[in-house]
């Protein structure tokens, strides 16, 4: 593994290698409070569950949603520290589409009385992901010249 925040990389690899960071930490932050606190669902919906078994199922839902939010930044991250930029570009708009595209509709859907502001508070995690996916994705000529 190399250090991806090498000084000698050009600036378009460096701002998406920090974006990415921020990223990968914001999501899997969320993904482990998903995880420790599997109630959190219920919580975030502001539904009570009518029955034990709804519960439950509010509880398998955020273990999965916890894990989902984790893997993508891993995978990401291991592109980087593997030097491999524009991988980690595409996993990034994987991220973007599977993670926080599905999420804003999830929250719009299912969400009682779901405010603009309940859906755009994902952006804060779109942000950065889109930065380093255009980072990591312009002209590979542009981007990779002194790499090779």
Known sequence: MKSPLNRSLPRHIRIGVWSSLISALMLI???FLWLLDPNSTELSFSIVPD????STLARIVSIFKGIGDIIGPVFVLIAIF???FRL???F????LFLVILVDMIVWGTF???AG?????MHTPFAV???IAAYSFLKSKKQIYGNLH
């Open 51 to 54: 029955s034990e078994v709804a």
């Open 111 to 113: 969400v009682p009385n």
């Open 82 to 84: 593997s030097h491999q």
């Open 88 to 90: 980690a570009g595409y």
């Open 128 to 130: 950065p992901i889109i």
């Open 92 to 95: 990034q708009i994987v991220i």
């Open 29 to 31: 932050g969320i993904g």
């Open 116 to 120: 603009l502001m309940d859906v755009l």
